[in-house]
């Protein structure tokens, strides 16, 4: 559902499968979300020894009339992850009671705010604390698979074929990998349209000021400002922090990247994948990049850009372009058909529309997309765990096909029906959730436990074709389109790092992302702070710059 959502590389025949389908008209819905209430409850798992507790699936090895009928222990494992502000996550869902029922594995849901998961996650692996399972994103991998706090799931390989069968199909995954081992289980994709961090407006408002979708970032700025002036508490243009990347973070993205420049990994590491060249670049020692900042400090100047856009939420960030208070946003394209499902219910004629990709003064036309699935982000296994080859093993069923029309869509018959890939969630599910809010997707997959902001760990995108307009499905086609011409770009994943590269990328991210983060939001805030841009660049340069981008680019070579 969310993606989601740069270059992922694809076997031929999965990317004709998701091709296919894709054409269909179907978009995801992408984004990074999770909610979870509650007190940790243990660390290290709280498995029963195997004699008591068998392998998910497997039969009892017990002897004896009375162990052959006892029932098994359930396999107990904390579960951690954070909790996305539109869809709570319910300790006793669907899902949840399922996985119980079907495979005796008994999941302890932890629940942390999405705001606060990543200071407790990193205090958690700080202390070797760690719940059983816990989600994490590719950079803590990286930082701290040598410590020994995750378990190195390369062993257990040959006993997880449904994983493997995803590894094969999206060799990306292997970048994952930390000297050749595997220690995170990836958020995949098993279905999935196009989406990103695309350009969308308020054509409705546009109609209205008699103005034309604006082509180019001048024409845009002109736009923008026509729809402040007609509307003088708006602030046309919204952004916010998302996928555990700052506002400024998550606003110059897309921006840096339409002007032909670029700004951060998708774990937020101050360097970016080039894809004419082929090439990890240092964006702010670019021209284009500070064009992109100097068009941003235009509309922050002319209270055009929502002045909150460093520590909006993805909440607030909602509620202002459904309340119609914004007009403009780049980001993940799919929040657009809830906005309008909500708007029109006051405005029949109110509609965000997709642009065409915008052009730069430089003559850049490109867009940032996410990746297939959501490759940063997997979940590791405590290395404390008990039973660990019992772990490995359920956690690979959640891959299977099962475990995929589970943690998507519920009950085969009761909530949907179909099978290999063609899914379609039952007429009484539809209509049950159709005016649920925030959105029918996120009321079910909440209460059910599914989807990438639940349990899945393939997620699969149809559960959103009821509830999908036929606007956004048209965007799922241009979207497609965009991508097959070269102009919308997916995300990449970082390359996997060496143990001495590892360690300096740490020295060289902490005094590099703090000055960074100092100073950018001065460039765009404050009057004159431009002036001092050249310096600026070549202090980046004393803290690093050059040797981040070597790091990253000698890394990428070992790979190709």
């Keep these: 559902m969310l993606r989601s959502s740069c270059n992922t590389i694809q076997s031929q025949k999965y990317r004709r499968i998701c091709t296919m389908k894709a054409k269909k008209g179907i978009m995801a819905v992408s984004g990074s979300m999770f909610l979870l209430t509650g007190v940790l409850s243990g660390c290290g798992g709280s498995t029963p020894p195997p004699a008591a507790n068998p392998a998910p699936g497997a039969g009892s090895s017990s002897t004896g009339a009375a162990a052959a009928t006892a029932p098994a222990q359930p396999l107990a494992l904390t579960w951690m992850r954070y909790e996305h502000p539109s869809q709570a996550i319910v300790a006793n869902s669907k899902a949840v009671q399922e996985i119980l029922k079907r495979k005796n594995v008994k999941l302890d849901l932890q629940s942390v705010p999405q705001s606060n998961y990543d200071d407790k996650k990193k205090t958690l692996i700080a202390t070797n604390t760690l719940p059983d399972v816990m989600l994490v994103k590719q950079d803590d991998i990286q930082n701290f698979a040598d410590s020994g706090t995750f378990l190195d799931l ?158 909006a939420t993805s909440q607030t960030w909602q509620e202002k372009l459904n309340a119609g208070k914004s007009f403009y946003f780049q980001d993940n394209n799919g929040f657009a058909n809830t906005f309008n499902l909500n708007l029109q219910k006051k405005d029949p004629n109110a509609k965000f529309d997709l642009l065409d990709t915008i ?168 009057e004159g702070a431009l002036n001092d841009w050249d310096n600026f660049v070549k202090q980046l340069k004393t803290k690093g710059a050059d040797d981040l981008v070597k790091i990253y680019n000698d890394a990428l070579a070992r790979v190709k």
């Design 154 to 311: 390369t062993p257990y390989l040959d006993k997880m074929p449904n994983l493997k069968k995803f590894i094969a199909q999206q060799p990306e995954i292997n970048k994952n990998k930390i000297d050749g081992k595997l220690f995170g289980l990836p958020l995949v994709a098993n279905w999935q349209g196009v989406g990103g961090q695309l350009p969308m407006i308020r054509v409705d408002v546009l109609d209205k000021l008699g103005l034309k979708k604006p082509t180019n970032y001048d024409e845009l700025y002109q736009a923008l400002k026509k729809m402040k002036e007609a509307n003088p508490d708006s602030y046309p243009f919204a952004a916010r922090a998302a996928n555990g990347l700052t506002g400024t973070e998550n606003l110059l993205n897309p921006i840096a990247f339409g002007f032909g420049s670029g700004y951060t990994t998708f774990n937020g590491t101050k360097v970016y994948y080039e894809p004419k060249e082929k090439q990890y670049k240092f964006g702010p020692s670019m021209p284009e990049f500070k064009a992109a900042v100097t068009w941003l400090r235009q509309l922050y100047k002319d209270k055009i850009l929502d002045p909150d856009y460093a520590t």
């Design 359 to 526: 052009a730069s003064p430089s003559g850049a036309k490109r867009n940032l997309i996410y990746a297939l699935g959501h490759l940063s982000e997997s979940y590791v296994i405590n290395a404390k765990v008990k039973n660990p080859e019992q772990v490995a093993q359920f956690m690979d069923w959640l891959y299977s096909p099962e475990g995929i029309e589970l943690t998507n869509f519920g009950l085969k018959g009761d909530d949907f029906t179909g099978d290999n890939g063609n899914y379609k969630l039952t007429d009484a599910i539809v209509n049950k959730y159709k005016d649920k809010q925030p959105s029918p997707v996120y009321a079910l997959q909440s209460e059910y436990g599914t989807g990438y902001l639940g349990l899945a760990l393939a997620s699969d995108d149809h559960v959103n074709l009821p509830w999908m307009t036929k606007e956004a499905i048209e965007w799922n086609t241009k979207a497609e389109k965009g991508l097959n011409a070269g102009e919308n770009v997916q995300f990449v994943n970082d390359p996997p790092f060496t143990k001495d590269e590892r360690e300096k990328l740490k020295q060289i991210r902490t005094q590099l992302d703090a000055y960074l983060t100092q100073n950018m939001d001065k460039f765009i805030i404050t």
